[in-house]
């Protein structure tokens, strides 16, 4: 990406945005590449931080929308999985497809391109982008058949998503953190913060073994998981 010339940048961004764009795709359209390398490190820091404690469960969700799409395709056809992505979307069989929408209808013929189908968990309504180079993308938010199952209430509510799913891998047996970090599916120094506050609440306890740390759950963390199974 940081190899991306200045021209392709911003043809880019005038396909994704217009001139009301927030503040850093402005500073991209007006600098180019130069100021590519903040925002890669912006969106590091973000995955680090927001989706790495989750990422095991938001992959597995998007891949079971992945194959919800392939089998819709293989029984009913195209048509019926764009249709069911959002009412406003039909494809027809010479290549076309169709988005509704406030004024005119917006037709792409996808010429041979192809069309790729990007599930997102943040999105609450379709967006079509048609580039003249590469193939037609549909961003759609995921289904609610495939979303991930939610933690108990009770613990949701209380600890979040991230640490109840390190409570409970806590609970499976006295664990290192390098070892709780592999069964959540994170590196080790993002599982540090999660320890850090399941101990302050008193739901785990910390004791030294050489050069690591294990963690055991308290009778008070017992106590929260019998009330949340």
């Avoid at 010339?5 to 217009?18: F, K, M, Q, S, T």
């Avoid at 402005?26 to 390398?37: F, N, T, V, Y």
């Avoid at 497809?97 to 406030?102: G, M, Q």
Wanted: with cysteine; aromatic share 2%.
């Amino acid at each position: 990406m940081l190899t991306a010339d200045d021209d392709r940048i911003r043809a880019e961004l005038d396909h994704c945005y217009d001139r009301t764009a927030p503040p850093v795709v402005q500073r991209l359209r007006d600098e180019g590449a130069r100021a590519l390398r903040p925002v890669m490190n912006a969106a590091a820091a973000l995955y680090r931080e927001c989706l790495a404690p989750d990422w095991r469960v938001l992959r597995r969700t998007l891949d079971a929308q992945v194959r919800c799409h392939a089998q819709t395709v293989a029984t009913d056809g195209p048509a019926a999985m764009l249709s069911r992505l959002h009412p406003r979307l039909s494809w027809h069989d010479a290549g076309t497809l169709t988005v509704e929408r406030p004024g005119p209808v917006v037709r792409h013929r996808l010429a041979g391109r192809g069309l790729q189908l990007h599930p997102n968990l943040f999105l609450d309504k379709c967006a079509v982008l048609h580039p003249p180079d590469r193939p037609t993308a549909v961003l759609h938010p995921v289904t609610p058949a495939v979303r991930p199952d939610a933690a108990p209430d009770g613990l949701l509510a209380l600890l979040g998503p991230a640490r109840t799913r390190a409570l409970q891998a806590v609970a499976q047996g006295p664990c290192t953190t390098t070892e709780l970090a592999a069964a959540l599916g994170i590196a080790a120094p993002s599982a540090s913060p999660h320890t850090n506050a399941l101990r302050a609440a008193g739901l785990i306890t910390t004791t030294r073994q050489g050069r690591q740390v294990q963690h055991a759950l308290t009778p008070l963390g017992h106590a929260l998981l019998d009330a949340n199974p």
